[in-house]
């Protein structure tokens, strides 16, 4: 039987095949073409054209804050995510595990699984991200303590605890990635005067972006129109500059972290004291931010292996071991 994992993701879809590991790491983004609403292209190609179409053209990203926003579109991409995969199957339908928020609701869930089975799955399960996460990141979580998982991706970050199993407590805010590139843009506008892209904001996040500031700054320069001339223009930042920008996006997300400590109970709240809070997902790479929720929270707070990837290789362990994992699959079809 053939079975595929995806990780659904706001910013990026990653898709894996249990014995190969990791075959596509793609952005969540579809180029249609409005003329005569055909699907031009998916994944990377898309990304490469947004802020650079023409009018005939709309880049959509299909998926909003971790939720299918354009049901249509998120079944082509998910078509192509999985016929790409389907090189290797030929003509037997697969089976797909899907990840979902945890705060997913049901008309949510039947959109997946649509979407799924209309883009050729046999059957579809659908796992919450942050226990796929914890999964992924090698906590026991059938084990009758407590481990706490907070997952920052490009739309969402979701907070869990998870003991024998099952979520226990979990909150989730509407925060990620992208929000952190936004106020990046925001920052630059309103302190340099300057026009700039999301996808200079997410280069200058990821190259010298940092959660806490720090006394030797790094620095990049980044060009831009100037909004007083209408001119291109290259300025310096430096990444205390980035701190400033998304400390209060960052708040936001240590305040989530703070609200499931206090719906937890003691006995499990003590064993999250002495194991941490585990990070995953894309925002776990950004600089010093186990240091910051550390410092904020007084939990020690680490970054688990490889975070990116998390979620994915959790939908592997899963698919591989369904039986084990059964009270964690919701839906089949």
């Known amino acids: 039987m053939k079975k595929i994992g995806i990780d659904l993701g706001t910013t990026n879809t990653v898709v894996f095949l249990p014995k190969k590991g990791i075959i596509l790491?793609?952005?969540?983004?579809?180029?249609?073409?409005?003329?005569?609403?055909?699907?031009?292209?998916?994944?990377?190609?898309?990304?490469?054209?947004?802020?650079?179409?023409?009018d005939s053209i709309i880049v959509s990203r299909p998926m909003v804050d971790g939720a299918i926003a354009d049901y249509r579109v998120?079944?082509?991409m998910l078509k192509y995510f999985i016929k790409k995969a389907g090189g290797f199957f030929g003509l037997v339908k697969p089976e797909v595990l899907i990840s979902v928020p945890a705060g997913v609701t049901s008309t949510e869930r039947r959109a997946v699984i649509e979407a799924a089975l209309n883009a050729g799955a046999k059957a579809v399960y659908l796992v919450k991200e942050p226990v796929l996460a914890a999964i992924g990141?090698?906590?026991?979580?059938?084990?009758?303590?407590?481990?706490?998982?907070?997952?920052?991706?490009g739309g969402t970050t979701?907070?869990?605890?998870?003991?024998?199993?099952?979520?226990?407590?979990?909150?989730?805010?509407?925060?990620?990635?992208?929000?952190?590139d936004l106020a990046i843009v925001e920052y630059i506008k309103k302190k340099h005067g300057l026009a700039i892209g999301e996808r200079t904001a997410e280069l200058i996040k990821i190259s010298i972006g940092t959660a806490m500031k720090e006394a030797s700054e790094e620095k990049i320069n980044i060009r831009g129109r100037d909004l007083a001339?209408?001119?291109?223009?290259t300025i310096e930042i430096t990444s205390n500059e980035v701190?400033?920008?998304?400390?209060?996006?960052?708040?936001?997300?240590?305040?989530?972290?703070?609200?499931?400590?206090?719906?937890?109970?003691?006995?499990?709240?003590?064993?999250?004291?002495?194991?941490?809070?585990?990070?995953?997902?894309?925002?776990?790479?950004?600089k010093n931010i186990d240091k910051l929720i550390t410092k904020v929270t007084g939990v020690p707070a680490q970054i688990a292996d490889d975070p990116l990837f998390c979620v994915a290789r959790g939908t592997g362990i899963v698919l591989e071991n369904l039986d084990t994992y059964k009270r964690n699959v919701l839906a089949k079809r």
């Open 229 to 233: 001339t209408g001119f291109p223009k």
């Open 25 to 54: 790491n793609e952005p969540s983004v579809v180029a249609i073409s409005i003329l005569d609403n055909k699907i031009l292209s998916v994944g990377n190609l898309a990304k490469e054209m947004i802020g650079r179409t023409p």
């Open 158 to 180: 979701e907070i869990a605890v998870i003991s024998l199993g099952g979520i226990v407590s979990w909150e989730s805010v509407r925060i990620g990635g992208n929000k952190l």
């Open 137 to 153: 990141a090698k906590i026991p979580i059938n084990s009758p303590s407590g481990n706490m998982i907070l997952n920052i991706g």
């Open 243 to 286: 701190t400033e920008a998304i400390t209060e996006h960052l708040r936001e997300v240590v305040q989530i972290i703070k609200s499931v400590l206090e719906r937890t109970p003691p006995e499990l709240c003590s064993d999250i004291m002495d194991k941490g809070i585990h990070i995953s997902g894309g925002g776990a790479l950004l």
């Open 74 to 76: 998120t079944g082509a």
